[in-house]
Each structure stands twice: as structure tokens, then as C-alpha cells.
């Protein structure tokens, strides 16, 4: 049997190869040990720590009651300490347990972890994922993370303001709870789950529908999330304003077609159309001993050629946003087409 000399060194022997700062406090909160670990990291000796109170030995922010005894249970565990290493501030996770003395009494051992790196590399990503958080966030494209069953991790709020859903109904849905009844769920994520498998990216079009019922015209970047075998990224543009331009674009395209064949059109008629008006309201002034059924027939050949001649107008008129104007040459009324 150990008497209680020999079971100090042994514990003090066993404290000395835990590769952590250590430290055995009485029931007044002194400092019965410290391990050559916790005398380094707190820039102390054993000679000054020993039998001091624990605020003389740790520089702690606050109180040291944290150290309290309690009647039940660990008195802490992974309490966050900010404390001094010297004239450096580190951050350490402490855990305390009671810990049985000679004489029947409870001390308490301490063990504490130095979580400073650790805790900067944590701020560090939080403040990464804030940034990038954000950036999706601000995005004019809507975003979603969804799983290989197609349910929702992740949207932004783009995704939010398209589709008339909030952030906690997303969660409720899955994606092909977007697509409208052209579409075929099955055959859609199929397509997607083929993309994150093979790790590739692919572009759909898709009519989908938003809460509201309103149908949108969309265009899918699906891909692999990094990181991740079975997640996928999501990128989803409304195509309304493409659509829209494209539309545009298609009319214009027809209109200039239309107008260049109308202008041959015109060209062609107009010709002979001058002459036969012309030769005809000649006719009608000059021609005094035609008999009046001709110079009728001859009136009849002129209107309809001024019929033509204003259906021609008209219809450039229409095709170019052309206005007509009438002008008169030695008596004849002809036509001209100006552009607006």
C-alpha cells in the first residue's frame, strides 16, 4: 500500500505526462498542483503557484466563481475561458471535476485546452460563410442547395422573392414541386441526379410554377456540389426579359423582312401604276370628243389605280410607321412616302 507521500508523486508523475495544462485545486479554491504544462502556458513556477488562490495564479476576465463546487454532477465542462498567457490573451476550454482529497475532502481538477488558433480559424470561417452567405444572398440569380431526392437545404432570397415562398416553406417542398404538369419530375431528376454522379454540369429550360400559380419561364445551372457526393447547386435565371428581347428581336427580324419585300412590292407597282394614273387623268382633261361612257370606264381605271396606290401606302404605313403625303405635279395627284 501507498501511503499519502507516495500516491503525491504518483499523482504528480501522472499529471506530468498529460500533454495538457493541468491544475488541483482544494475546497477554498487553491492551488494544491499545476502540472509543468499549465506553469508554462500561465508563465508561473510551482513554487509561486502552490497554496495561492486560483485568481493569483490564472488572470481571469470576471469572476473565478465559475469554479464553485456544486453538489451534483461535473461543475463545468468545456467552459470558454478568456484568460492571459503572459501578456497574450488565449482562449481555453476548461473542464472541472471532483476530484477526492486525503481527509475526506473534494478538490477539484482541472484540465484546460488551449482553443485559441481554433477559435480564430472558427472566426475566421464564420466570417467566410457570412461573406459568402451574403453574396448569394445579393444574387440576381435564384440559388438552391437540394439533396439527391431533390429536397431543399439551402435557398436565397432571390429564390424567396421568384417564387413567392419563404425559407421554412422551401424547406417543406421539393424541387419538382416547381415544375408545372409539362414537365416530368421523374425524368427531371433523374437528369439530376445523373449530374452529381458524374460530377458534370448541365443547363435546362423549364416552365415552372410559383406559389401563386404563375407560370415562369427558367433557365436550370445544375451541378455537383463541391464538397459533397449527392448534394446539388442549383442556379435558376427567370428568362422573362431574355424571352421578351428575344420576342422583340423575332418581330423586328420579321417587320425588316416584310418591309424590304414591300418595298420591291411597291416598287414594281408604282411604276406602271404612275403611268396608267397618269395616262388616265391625261386622258380625262384632254381627250374632249371621247364619248362619255369611255371617259366613265377611263374615270373607273383611274380610282382604282388611286385605290391600289393607297392600299400600298397603307399597308407601308403600317409595316414602317410611314405617313402619307399628297403631293400634286402638273395637275396629276400622286402619292409620296415619308419616313417619320
Avoid: W
Avoid at 58 to 67: A, L, V
Avoid at 105 to 134: H, P
Avoid at 169 to 192: K, Q, Y
Wanted: charged share 30%; with cysteine.
Amino acid at each position: 500500500m501507498y501511503d499519502n507521500e507516495q500516491l503525491l508523486e504518483l499523482l504528480e508523475g501522472i499529471l506530468e505526462r498529460i500533454d495538457l495544462p493541468v491544475l488541483l485545486l482544494d475546497e477554498n479554491q487553491k492551488v494544491l498542483y499545476a502540472n509543468g504544462d499549465f506553469l508554462k502556458y500561465f508563465g508561473k513556477d510551482q513554487d509561486t503557484a502552490a497554496g495561492k488562490p486560483i485568481e493569483s495564479v490564472i488572470s481571469i476576465e470576471g469572476t473565478t466563481d465559475i469554479f464553485s463546487f456544486k453538489d451534483t454532477g461535473p461543475p463545468f465542462d468545456e467552459l470558454l475561458i478568456t484568460c492571459k498567457s503572459g501578456t497574450i490573451e488565449k482562449e481555453f476550454y476548461f473542464s472541472g471535476q471532483k476530484f477526492p482529497l486525503p481527509g475526506n475532502r473534494d478538490g477539484l481538477l482541472i484540465i484546460a485546452r488551449d482553443v485559441t488558433i481554433r477559435r480564430k480559424l472558427e472566426k475566421k470561417l464564420q466570417e467566410s460563410e457570412n461573406k459568402y452567405r451574403e453574396m448569394i444572398d445579393n444574387s440576381n440569380d435564384a440559388i438552391f442547395i437540394i439533396d439527391e431526392d431533390g429536397r431543399f437545404l439551402e435557398v436565397n432570397k432571390k429564390a424567396t422573392k421568384l417564387y413567392s415562398y419563404t425559407r421554412s416553406e422551401f424547406m417543406d417542398i421539393c424541387f419538382a414541386d416547381l415544375l408545372t404538369s409539362d414537365g416530368d419530375p421523374g425524368i427531371i431528376m433523374e437528369r439530376l441526379r445523373d449530374v452529381a454522379e458524374k460530377d458534370t454540369d448541365s443547363y435546362l429550360e423549364q416552365i415552372h410554377r410559383t406559389k401563386d400559380g404563375k407560370e415562369i419561364v427558367v433557365e436550370v445551372f445544375a451541378a455537383r456540389l463541391p464538397g459533397s457526393e449527392r448534394n446539388m447547386l442549383l442556379v435558376v435565371r427567370d428568362l422573362y426579359f431574355r424571352k421578351q428581347i428575344e420576342q422583340k428581336l423575332l418581330k423586328a427580324e420579321k417587320l425588316s423582312t416584310l418591309s424590304a419585300a414591300l418595298s420591291t412590292l411597291r416598287h414594281e407597282i408604282n411604276n406602271p401604276l404612275t403611268v396608267i394614273m397618269g395616262e388616265s387623268q391625261l386622258l380625262m382633261i384632254e381627250e374632249k370628243d371621247v364619248p362619255e361612257k369611255v371617259i366613265e370606264r377611263i374615270r373607273n381605271i383611274h380610282q382604282m389605280g388611286q385605290r391600289i396606290s393607297n392600299a400600298l401606302m397603307k399597308l407601308s404605313h403600317f409595316v414602317k410607321g410611314e405617313k402619307e403625303e399628297t403631293i400634286e405635279l402638273a395637275g396629276i395627284k400622286m402619292f409620296k412616302l415619308n419616313d417619320e
